[in-house]
């Protein structure tokens, strides 16, 4: 396990975080191009088709991340054994979980997490689903406590709580997610210690519940630093992958059943002292997928790293130091060989330093590809590490598990504003917000709302 934070501030506790958007009609061009000449099959489509459904409540679709920048809401898809589909959305009287048929159409009433504050991952079963949020608590922060909640037929089975007096943690924001290997659940979050070692200190943590709510061995109670972006995949056996972005150490690195301590694999050195490290994965960037023979890729947006040192500063020699060599964000995919182990060096997919890459997803797309997802921000003005610009659209692209492209970019009239589900055919689904998107300001005051979402499904 790390030692405490050196600073006592999570990011979601100052002004905010970040989305934005980065475009690159160019690097369309030019992959359009490669496509052409290379002999392949023809391209696909890349075309999504979406249902609209109708929400019984208001949903604010926007966040403030730092600085201000606006941020997609979070929403969790999420698909069950017998191919029916969960979404998961805030409200005003807490959580909606919707229900739909697998063709994204509604198929019931919502379930209501009452007094629910944050859709922190969503697992879906063919009798109901499990939620990760946050709920109300008693700590000497005023904070809320990480929950795991289960519904069975539309009413609440069991609700545990992950964090609380016993264990000195709080967790006032989750970045988080939930995942499930048919016989448990892995839960990893945000927690603000409340107490002992860490107290006022931000981490980390991950635990294991049973299908019955009790929570089981393995995991940790205190892992990466400030964590300011979590990533999990649930496996058959032994620990869950996962991944974190860590501001102490200044980057993103593997934290799979050590909690991130000195010794974790470093993906990619970014800075991330200054409060953004590119985004959460959770809902606003990258994922987490696995092939068929054991490898894992990870998408994210980067600014690279000009210089990464230790910083001389820091007296315990955890702390490092780095130098982004660009001001803008691209889109970086990094491959891991297993669960446990650094890609050595990230691909960047784009390289246009003049323009703004924000919200990145990646899915598998078939047997044997992966579809990428970003949004672009052209004229950006960045300060801080975040920026606001002029949105110029949600684009679409496939590589190959080297990162080769192969599928030239396409903007498309959707985009992902959180978890996406994998259907039994391969189907990708999600919901989104259907508004035109506008980052040319920061998030002040209340956040827009809508009554609507979209579905959208893209089939290899």
């Not at 048929?101 to 689903?129: C, I, M, P, Q, Y």
């Not at 050590?258 to 050195?269: K, L, N, S």
């Not at 297993?338 to 703004?356: D, F, H, M, Q, W």
Request: charged share 15%.
């Amino acid at each position: 396990m790390t030692t405490a934070p050196r600073t006592t501030r999570h990011r979601r506790v100052r002004a905010a975080r970040k989305p934005l958007v980065g475009g690159l009609a160019a690097l369309g061009v030019l992959a359009g191009a490669w496509y052409a000449t290379a002999g392949a099959a023809p391209a696909p489509s890349l075309t999504p088709t979406s249902t609209l459904v109708q929400l019984p409540a208001k949903f604010p679709y926007l966040s403030a991340g730092y600085n201000n920048t606006r941020e997609w809401t979070r929403t969790s898809t999420a698909v069950a054994p017998d191919g029916t589909l969960r979404v998961a959305w805030p409200a005003a009287d807490g959580v909606h979980v919707t229900p739909l048929t697998a063709a994204g159409l509604r198929a019931g009433a919502d379930s209501v997490v009452k007094g629910a504050k944050e859709v922190g991952g969503l697992v879906a079963h063919n009798d109901g689903f499990a939620l990760l949020t946050r709920v109300a608590d008693t700590n000497k922060w005023k904070e809320t406590a990480a929950a795991i909640v289960r519904f069975t037929g539309g009413r609440q089975t069991w609700s545990t709580k992950l964090t609380g007096t016993a264990s000195n943690d709080t967790s006032p924001t989750l970045d988080g997610q939930l995942t499930w290997n048919g016989t448990k659940y892995g839960a990893y979050f945000v927690v603000h210690g409340a107490g002992g070692f860490a107290d006022g200190h931000f981490g980390d943590k991950l635990t294991y519940v049973s299908p019955k709510g009790a929570k089981l061995t393995g995991g940790w109670g205190w892992g990466c630093s400030h964590n300011e972006g979590i990533a999990l995949h649930a496996e058959t056996t032994g620990d869950f992958t996962s991944l974190c972005f860590d501001d102490w150490r200044s980057g993103l690195f593997v934290s799979t059943g050590i909690g991130a301590p000195d010794v974790a694999p470093v993906v990619q050195r970014e800075q991330c002292w200054a409060g953004y490290c590119g985004g959460t994965f959770p809902g606003r960037t990258g994922d987490l997928v696995r092939s068929s023979t054991g490898r894992y890729a990870t998408a994210f947006a980067s600014r690279g790293a000009a210089t990464a040192k230790k910083n001389p500063a820091d007296s315990s020699g955890r702390g490092w130091s780095v130098t982004p060599k660009t001001t803008t964000h691209q889109v970086a995919i990094a491959f891991l060989a297993n669960r446990n182990s650094g890609p050595g060096k990230a691909t960047y997919l784009t390289s246009a330093p003049g323009t703004e890459h924000t919200n990145v997803h990646i899915a598998p797309y078939g047997k044997d590809r992966l579809l990428v997802s970003w949004e672009s921000l052209s004229q950006p003005r960045c300060a801080s590490g975040t920026c606001t610009g002029t949105f110029t659209g949600t684009h679409f692209r496939l590589i190959d598990w080297t990162g080769k492209p192969q599928s030239a970019d396409k903007v498309v009239p959707v985009r992902i504003t959180g978890d996406i589900a994998v259907l039994r055919d391969g189907t990708l689904t999600w919901a989104y917000t259907p508004v035109t998107p506008s980052y040319a300001t920061g998030l002040n005051g209340v956040s827009p709302a809508t009554g609507w979402v979209r579905v959208a499904r893209l089939k290899p």
